[in-house]
């Protein structure tokens, strides 16, 4: 039985360790962390994703807890006035054949582990930092921090945008600042009252900045992310903790539902968002990159993680058609999806622009149609996101 050696134990390694397992390898997933889990935020997970986890058999297991939107729906950051809302839940298995769900990212880590652990009890290794990797003639070894050794068929390093694997592969090299941060908070509903967000992913938009609201764990939390534009990022740190008073007044004047919901959170996370422009290799000898390691992608189109798992799918499908030309089903790994992912990564920066228009006559002429849109052709509405949620990864042909 070949093993797979998969680098890093988040959403995408976790589900390449089962979509290999699935085609029949041993994995071993090494993870620097003590523990596996996410941040406290939730994630949407669009039917595209869903279509991999229904293939791997675990889509009853990921919906649990999930909360599937009533409608898409955008809204005016500061009167709350709606640009248009389109029906979701059943509408949307109907258009692009699964659900849209809203996960809370703990629980998301927490189904895929112990789905792996189900089928390959220890899959997962902890405090197990990886430094650099070896090809050999016939495998590819890890070295850890510990001074351990690891040896496998197969090396994939879904590792994230900081990316050990993809250094030592590409060189050194600094994702672009995008001049955007992202604040993040979850809120239990029963806190929020009559402000509560509606039961919809909902894009608030506004000058220089907009939220997005949906809610998670069956409904019982609200999450909220703020998206604001800002010159500087001054911390060295990737990640932190801001305070209330800050995300207000960046939010001031907007509607009293998120007001509300920025006002009731008890932690507010800070993101920088980085971005990077698409790599010309993602593939050295048996090692292999996946995820955020080759292709980190702005949130403004929800489809990070989600070309993640579509990734972890399709390598898994390739090495293991053409097991004994591991080297051709990398290439084509390579060659389909890169191109789908820069499409998704130009779609999320360019989103950036759609959300935060900056003049009455910018917002007029963008929102305008939209919202004569959402009266009169819905579905021109829907058929934005089809390049996105109808695909199926499963379709992809072997080559
Ligand atoms: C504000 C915001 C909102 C978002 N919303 C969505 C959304 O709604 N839907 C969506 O699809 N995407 C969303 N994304 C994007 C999504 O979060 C990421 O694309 C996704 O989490 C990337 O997963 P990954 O497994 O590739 O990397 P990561 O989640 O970064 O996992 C990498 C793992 O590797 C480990 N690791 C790192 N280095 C080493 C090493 N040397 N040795 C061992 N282990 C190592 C890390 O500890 C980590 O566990 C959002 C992103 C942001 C910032």
Redo the contacts with the bound molecule.
């Keep these: 039985m070949p093993k797979a050696i998969i ?7 976790l589900t390449a360790a089962l979509s290999f397992h699935a085609f029949g390898w041993k994995v071993q997933v ?4 003590a523990e ?1 889990g996410e941040i406290g ?5 669009s039917p595209n ?1 869903m279509k991999v986890f229904r293939a791997l058999g675990i889509e009853d297991e990921i919906a649990e807890n999930a909360f599937q939107p009533e409608a898409l729906e955008m809204r005016f950051g500061r009167s709350g006035n709606r640009i248009f809302q389109i029906p979701a839940r059943q509408a949307i298995i109907e258009r692009w054949g699964a659900p849209y769900l809203h996960l809370h990212r703990a629980d998301l880590v927490a189904s895929l582990t112990r789905l792996l652990h189900a089928r390959q009890p220890n899959a997962v290794r902890l405090y ?4 650099r990797y070896e090809n050999t003639a016939d495998g590819v070894q890890v070295h850890l921090k510990s001074g351990e050794t690891i040896s496998g068929d197969l090396l994939v390093g ?7 694997i993809r250094t030592q592969m590409l060189g050194p090299e600094r994702p672009d600042y995008t001049g955007n941060i ?1 604040w ?1 908070a979850v809120v239990p509903m029963d806190r929020l009252g009559d402000l509560a967000p509606p039961p919809t992913a909902c894009v608030w938009v506004g000058e220089h900045r907009h939220a997005v609201t949906y809610r998670l764990r069956a409904g019982q939390l609200a999450n909220f ?1 703020g998206i604001v534009e800002s010159e500087s990022w001054a911390s060295e740190s990737w990640t932190e903790q801001g305070t209330k008073e800050e995300v207000l007044a960046d939010f001031a004047g907007w509607h009293p539902i998120i007001t509300n919901l920025i006002a009731k959170a008890e932690t507010h996370f800070r ?1 920088a ?1 980085f971005d990077r422009q698409p790599l010309t290799s993602w593939v050295d000898g048996r090692t292999v990159l ?4 080759c292709h ?2 702005l ?1 403004f189109q ?7 798992i579509e990734d972890a799918y399709l390598l898994a499908k390739l090495c293991s058609d053409e097991a004994d030309k591991l080297s051709s089903a990398l290439k084509t790994y390579f060659e389909t999806r890169q191109p789908r992912t820069s499409q998704v990564q130009a779609a999320s920066r360019s989103n950036a622009k759609l959300f935060h228009k900056h003049t009455p006559i910018s917002r007029a002429m963008t929102y305008g149609p939209m919202w004569l849109a959402g009266k009169i052709a819905p579905g021109a509405i829907r058929s934005q996101q089809d390049p996105f949620y109808a695909y199926d990864v499963r379709e992809e042909p072997l080559r």
């Excluded at 879904?158 to 050990?164: F, L, N, P, R, T």
């Excluded at 996946?290 to 390691?293: H, R, T």
């Design positions: 680098v890093g134990g988040g959403i995408g390694g090494l993870e620097r962390a596996l935020a939730g994630i949407q997970i994703g197990a930092e990886c430094e879904a590792d994230g945008i900081h990316s050990a992202a993040r992310v993101w968002l996946l995820g955020d390691a980190p992608t949130p929800a489809q990070g993680a989600v070309m993640a």
